[in-house]
């Protein structure tokens, strides 16, 4: 099994709608996870971190955690065209330096 | 602040030839520094990890005398490609981080190396 487990896409939804991209994770002791988004022949940008259960909001953005589903996810409301980009989950391996395991990345497409 | 500075952005060479490429942190000192590799339409592969004034740790799969990392200081880490071939042809990036080794910290992601080998 796969430390951190993305659905691939590609996720398409129309411009204005809400994006619901999902992540799960197998090593329970995992305590926070980020977000990072990534432009077609870009490098990843953060977006978010997130280490406690329940929701964090930053603008349009929104991280859900559920530690005891395993589970992480964000939401981006009133989804732009620009929004458009391939979306990293990532969660820290732990005794390993600082080492981020990342999940194979959500493409999203935001259609005007 | 967190900024990490690649050089090149991008690079063509020979097959057969070495490429090295730069990894800067500007604003901050880092310890540790990961070397990823990103073929077209996947996601990021971590190549190695960099510690300062150590030997890399080399993912399993990736030949360590084939991609040479250099960590000589807590700004710089370099990875030469040693007699590079088509295959090799990848988007390279560097990250660095965590700053200061909590749960919450992140890696800083440089823009990225775009390596073409004819």
């Known amino acids: 099994q796969k430390e951190v487990e993305q659905n691939s896409g590609p996720l398409s939804v129309p411009e204005g709608a809400i994006a619901s991209l999902n992540c799960t994770y197998s090593?329970?002791?995992?305590?926070?996870f980020f977000w990072y988004r990534q432009y077609s022949g870009k490098s990843p940008e953060l977006i978010m971190f997130?280490?406690?259960?329940g929701d964090k909001e930053d603008g349009r953005f929104t991280a859900q955690l559920n530690k005891a589903s395993q589970y992480v996810s964000l939401l981006i409301r009133d989804s732009q065209p620009s929004d458009s980009a391939t979306y990293l989950c990532?969660?820290?391996?732990?005794?390993?330096?600082?080492?981020?395991?990342f999940g194979q990345g959500t493409e999203l497409s935001v259609k005007p | 602040g967190a900024v990490v500075s690649q050089h090149p952005s991008w690079v063509i060479c020979k097959s057969g030839t070495s490429v090295k490429i730069e990894c800067r942190s500007l604003?901050?000192?880092?310890?540790?520094m990961f070397w990823y590799r990103q073929f077209p339409k996947q996601s990021l592969m971590l190549m190695a990890t960099?510690?300062?004034?150590?030997?890399?740790?080399?993912e399993q799969g990736v030949e360590k005398d084939k991609f040479l990392i250099n960590h000589a200081s807590l700004t710089l880490s370099t990875l030469t490609v040693t007699s590079a071939h088509p295959e090799d042809s990848s988007f390279y990036i560097c990250?660095?981080?965590?700053?200061?080794?909590?749960?919450?910290?992140?890696?800083?992601f440089g823009p990225g190396t775009r390596l073409t080998v004819l």
């Open positions: 990532a969660g820290p391996s732990y005794n390993q330096g600082g080492k981020l395991i």
């Open positions: 960099s510690n300062e004034g150590s030997k890399a740790t080399y």
């Open positions: 090593d329970r002791g995992s305590q926070s």
């Open positions: 997130i280490y406690s259960n």
């Open positions: 604003d901050f000192q880092a310890t540790t």
């Open positions: 990250s660095a981080g965590p700053l200061s080794g909590r749960s919450t910290d992140t890696q800083y």
